[in-house]
């Protein structure tokens, strides 16, 4: 529980952070605590692109890192599109922050998460060395296809629905041509298989997880 102060004990989200220990650094005592500054991963993309897919097949089988499908933790009370989802996001950076003080980064599976904006201007953002970020994307035809062919209860088949995501899957190629502040690694899945795709993509963790 590193947000509450080992030597005052006054909860503080917002230690300063300082690289040469690492500390976190109470802002109230100046308590230095030792933690772990590892990177944060994050794999996201429209639905229809594979995220769930990989996350599945990699769980288990990868365990240099933790994986988590970021949808896990939603619920209702999250839904506050004013303040743009801003407690679901600082719940995720919180979890994975304790998380990753047991010795293992963390991985995160999740559309909204690959946004840096959604992340970067976080509180909790300060513990993690860097945020790097993999979209899946693949053509629009074949995103179309892939949603079509769920079952109909997951309502992905909507012509609004598949739009929306389309629009998004052209966000992450656009946004990764034009942005290299905070760069988003793509990776095309529309000519590859699922094992293709998922070797690619525990490729990219094992290189980005230290
Ligand atoms: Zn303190």
Redesign the pocket.
């Known amino acids: 529980m590193l947000n509450v102060?080992?030597?005052?004990?006054?909860y503080?989200a917002d230690k300063i952070i300082d690289p040469t220990g690492p500390y976190a650094i109470?802002?109230?005592?100046?308590?230095p605590h030792p933690f772990l500054y590892q990177p944060l991963l994050i794999i996201s993309g429209a639905s229809g692109t594979g995220k769930s897919t990989v996350c599945n097949r990699l769980v288990g089988h990868y365990q240099d890192a933790v994986l988590l499908d970021s949808d896990i933790l939603w619920r209702d009370a999250f839904n506050n599109p004013k303040d743009n989802y801003r407690d679901y996001f600082e719940t995720w950076l919180r979890v994975s922050k304790n998380i990753t003080q047991s010795g293992r980064p963390v991985v995160l599976f999740g559309a909204g998460l690959g946004v840096p904006e959604n992340l970067e201007g976080c509180i909790e953002r300060r513990y993690f060395s860097s945020i790097r970020y993999l979209a899946l994307v693949c053509s629009d035809d074949i995103l179309c296809e892939r949603l079509e062919q769920r079952p109909a209860w997951r309502g992905t088949r909507d012509q609004k629905f598949i739009e929306e995501q389309q629009r998004f899957n052209q966000w992450f190629i656009n946004y990764s041509n034009s942005n290299d502040q905070q760069p988003i690694k793509i990776l095309d899945t529309s000519r590859k298989s699922i094992i293709e795709t998922t070797e690619e993509v525990e490729d990219w963790i094992r290189k980005n997880q230290r």
């Open positions: 102060c080992f030597k005052c004990g006054i503080r109470c802002p109230e005592c100046g308590h």
